[in-house]
Structures are given as C-alpha cells and as structure tokens.
C-alpha cells in the first residue's frame, strides 16, 4: 500500500511551504498522483517523495539571499540532466549521483 500525503500534510513533513510545493508541482519538479486541473481539488502526494522535496527546500533555503523559487527549478532541470554538479556561488557546491 502506498502511504500519500495532502500537500499540506507533504508541507509539514519536508518543512515547506504550501507556495513553493504548488510552485514546484505546477513547473514540473515534482508530480502529484492524481494531477487534476483547476482549484478545489485535493492533491495526493507519494510519501516516497518527501525525501525528494525535503532536498530541495533545503536548496531553496540556501539560494534564498540570491535566487528563491527560479533558482532552485534551474536546479531541478540541471539535476533532471544528470550533470551531477552546480556551483551555487558562496563556496556551495552540490554533487550527486543518481541511483537506480
């Protein structure tokens, strides 16, 4: 069975906010379950994607004095491309490597 979160119960788990998840689900970063057009409608997200979402709100929090939302969905496409790195400026520099 899987475990699925409202976006604000999501929010509360990975220290969101309901804008940046709305933000970020709307620009492609993240996807919903059931991806349902208009207002008034309940999203359901994959628990499986907390983790996901904790990352890059942490990212958010530290591009803040200088990038905000664009920034970190420039970072998402970046990481969508498996370029692995980005120099964030500051002496920040995120790596990763993707795991199957």
Known sequence: MTVTYTSM??????GCTYRQLDY?????VFADL???P???HYRKIPGTMIPSIRAVTSVAAALHDGG?????HTLAQVAA?????L?????????WRRTK
């Open 9 to 14: 119960e999501a929010c509360e788990e990975a």
């Open 68 to 72: 905000g939302l664009a920034s970190t």
């Open 34 to 36: 059931e991806s349902t």
């Open 87 to 95: 120099d964030l400026g500051h002496g920040v520099t995120l790596k």
């Open 24 to 28: 970020w689900i709307r620009n492609d």
């Open 38 to 40: 208009g207002t008034g």
């Open 81 to 85: 491309a498996g370029k692995g790195r």
